[in-house]
């Protein structure tokens, strides 16, 4: 079946612009999560979605940052007035039902640059 | 200090060797642990999961946790040139959040 879907798969932008990246997630499942990850880091949380909510966005960086999932199924992650150390891959899994012993299913990757 | 701390490598081993990679983390509220790999320009995949302290193996892979010693590892037997990509651990307590060490970057040479 598909997996988690993400696009656009590389994204370059302008300091001080605004960038929206979107997940497709797995049909069905409800916890979703997005990871930022460095060059030569692992992945770093940011947000995890159970449903339409957010049940913890304590990794999102500043309030440049945002996130959604009306319908409980595809997010976005919203980033406004771009700056350079945003530059990064930017990861969302899906997972069956959340919680630790269900498996996180990773996307592909957003690659953002932003010059 | 980081929640979790893996060499980042990199590892270069011969194929057919066994391979050790390690992390280590400060918060003893973790019980869930992972191995995920992760090649290049691609998202990382879960290799091994497990829950509280000891051993489990599959196939050639086998993970351990040490909660005493807040010490996880992940053992490749008979390693193949097919297993180079960054190995990435991962815990969490809740389910939540979930902490990734920097990633261990390994080369099987054939």
């Known amino acids: 079946g598909a997996g988690v879907s993400q696009t656009p798969s590389n994204k370059v932008t302008e300091k001080g612009k605004y960038v929206e990246l979107r997940c497709d997630p797995i049909?069905?499942?409800?916890?979703l999560y997005w990871y930022r990850q460095s060059l030569g880091q692992g992945p770093e949380f940011l947000i995890y979605?159970?449903?339409?909510?957010?049940?913890?966005d304590s990794g999102l960086p500043n309030d440049r940052f945002f996130a959604v999932r009306p319908e409980g199924s595809v997010s976005t992650l919203k980033i406004q007035r771009t700056e350079r150390g945003d530059s990064a891959v930017y990861l969302c899994?899906?997972?069956?039902?959340?919680?630790?012993?269900?498996?996180?299913?990773f996307g592909p990757g957003t690659r953002l640059t932003v010059l | 200090q980081k929640e979790v701390e893996q060499d980042p490598g990199p590892l270069s081993v011969p194929e057919g060797a066994i391979v050790s990679l390690n992390c280590t983390y400060s918060?003893?509220?973790?019980?869930?642990f992972m191995w995920y790999r992760q090649y290049s320009r691609k998202g990382p995949e879960l290799l091994m999961y497990?829950?509280?302290?000891g051993n489990k193996e599959d196939g050639r892979f086998t993970a351990q946790v040490d909660k005493s010693s807040k010490y996880i590892s992940l053992f490749i037997r008979d390693s193949q040139p097919s297993d180079s990509a960054t190995y990435l651990c991962?815990?969490?307590?809740?389910?939540?959040?979930?902490?990734f060490g920097t990633g261990t970057s390994l080369t099987v040479i054939p």
């Open positions: 899994a899906s997972s069956p039902m959340g919680g630790g012993r269900n498996e996180q299913f």
């Open positions: 049909s069905g499942h409800t916890a």
């Open positions: 979605f159970q449903g339409t909510g957010a049940a913890d």
């Open positions: 918060n003893s509220a973790f019980q869930y």
């Open positions: 497990t829950y509280s302290s």
């Open positions: 991962a815990m969490t307590d809740t389910g939540n959040q979930f902490y």
